[in-house]
């Protein structure tokens, strides 16, 4: 494989103009304008219009409703399966990330030397603090069944139970009649869709000389409640789910969550456990 055999798309909303910068970054790399789509959910007017005047030349521009950050993705795969039949590979970036030199290159290096590899990630450090990891892969924790990030970077490519999100590269060939269950609208989507993938016996790996540069809040507690649950009825058992809804409680008891009080964080975790029984 090579950057020839690579597309990208970067799922965008209300970020303008900090998503050029992103766009940048993966032209920089050597992904084609003419194989990167941008799929922007902003649903506002003035923002698609500056899209549409702003985009380097050759890069595509999408415009949909705001179904969530799982039906972007699925807009984009459409797109890349579409217009770029012979692509190998697909970078799939939120609007906000800069990637640093190399990064997808490595990326795709790794997708290459290993076959049995269905999406390989970067490690994610802060943009406000870059000696923070934040993210060196995902795992599950075996007791709670709970996703969790890494925060110790390996020597080598490792394994991993999921990647964050905010940066993949797929092995095309392994999303075959797989799609990013939309019912999570955001958070808990990809973790959900690397288990998958993994059920099919494709394989996720960190690779930790490819670096990406994001900040993080974490997710809100209507989301922890609502994805959590409905995370973990597909993936665990009664008392998995159950240790696990326990334990976010408990930690929204005790720190609340950035911009609530520890009353209106568990009320909307409370809210969301609800909403995501009723799905």
Same mark, same amino acid.
């Given at each position: 494989?090579?950057?020839? $055999?690579?597309?990208?798309?970067?799922?965008?909303?209300?970020?303008?103009?900090?998503?050029?910068?992103?766009?940048?970054d993966l032209l920089k790399e050597g992904v084609r304008a003419e194989r990167t789509v941008v799929? !922007?959910?902003?649903?506002?007017?003035?923002? #698609?219009?500056?899209?549409?005047?702003?985009?380097?030349?050759?890069?595509?521009? /999408?415009?949909?409703?705001?179904?969530?950050?799982?039906?972007?993705? !699925?807009?984009?795969?459409?797109?890349?399966?579409?217009?770029?039949?012979?692509?190998?590979?697909?970078?799939?970036?939120?609007?906000?990330?800069?990637?640093?030199?190399?990064?997808?290159?490595?990326?795709?290096?790794?997708?290459?030397?290993?076959?049995?590899?269905?999406?390989?990630?970067?490690?994610?450090?802060?943009?406000?603090?870059?000696?923070?990891?934040?993210?060196?892969?995902?795992?599950?924790?075996?007791?709670?069944?709970?996703?969790y990030h890494a925060v110790s970077i390996p020597q080598l490519p490792a394994p991993r139970d999921?990647?964050?999100?905010?940066?993949?590269?797929?092995?095309?060939?392994?999303? #075959?009649?797989?799609?990013? $269950?939309?019912?999570?609208?955001?958070?808990? #989507?990809?973790?959900?869709?690397? /288990?998958?993938?993994?059920?099919?016996?494709?394989?996720?790996?960190?690779?930790? $000389?490819?670096?990406?540069?994001?900040?993080?809040?974490?997710?809100?507690?209507?989301?922890?409640?609502?994805?959590?649950?409905?995370?973990?009825?597909?993936?665990?058992?009664?008392?998995?789910?159950?240790?696990?809804?326990?334990?976010?409680?408990?930690?929204?008891?005790?720190?609340?969550?950035?911009?609530?009080?520890?009353?209106?964080?568990?009320?909307?975790?409370?809210k969301g456990v609800a909403d995501g029984v009723r799905n």
């Amino acid at each position: 494989m090579n950057v020839d $055999d690579l597309t990208g798309v970067v799922v965008h909303h209300r970020n303008f103009p900090g998503v050029l910068e992103t766009i940048g970054d993966l032209l920089k790399e050597g992904v084609r304008a003419e194989r990167t789509v941008v799929v !922007n959910n902003s649903e506002d007017t003035e923002i #698609e219009s500056a899209l549409a005047s702003g985009l380097p030349t050759g890069v595509s521009l /999408l415009n949909i409703q705001n179904r969530g950050y799982g039906n972007a993705v !699925n807009v984009g795969i459409d797109w890349v399966r579409e217009k770029c039949v012979s692509a190998l590979a697909v970078a799939i970036c939120t609007h906000e990330i800069r990637i640093r030199d190399g990064a997808i290159v490595n990326l795709l290096h790794e997708l290459e030397r290993d076959p049995s590899l269905g999406v390989v990630g970067p490690v994610f450090v802060r943009s406000s603090d870059t000696k923070v990891v934040w993210s060196a892969g995902g795992q599950i924790s075996r007791l709670t069944g709970r996703p969790y990030h890494a925060v110790s970077i390996p020597q080598l490519p490792a394994p991993r139970d999921w990647i964050d999100g905010a940066m993949n590269l797929y092995r095309i060939s392994a999303l #075959e009649n797989l799609r990013v $269950d939309e019912r999570f609208f955001m958070y808990y #989507e990809e973790v959900d869709f690397h /288990l998958r993938l993994a059920g099919h016996g494709w394989r996720v790996a960190v690779v930790p $000389d490819s670096v990406v540069e994001q900040d993080t809040a974490g997710a809100p507690p209507y989301y922890v409640g609502r994805n959590g649950y409905l995370f973990s009825k597909r993936h665990s058992n009664a008392w998995q789910l159950s240790m696990l809804l326990f334990r976010e409680m408990l930690r929204l008891m005790i720190r609340g969550s950035r911009g609530d009080s520890r009353f209106g964080a568990l009320r909307a975790f409370l809210k969301g456990v609800a909403d995501g029984v009723r799905n």
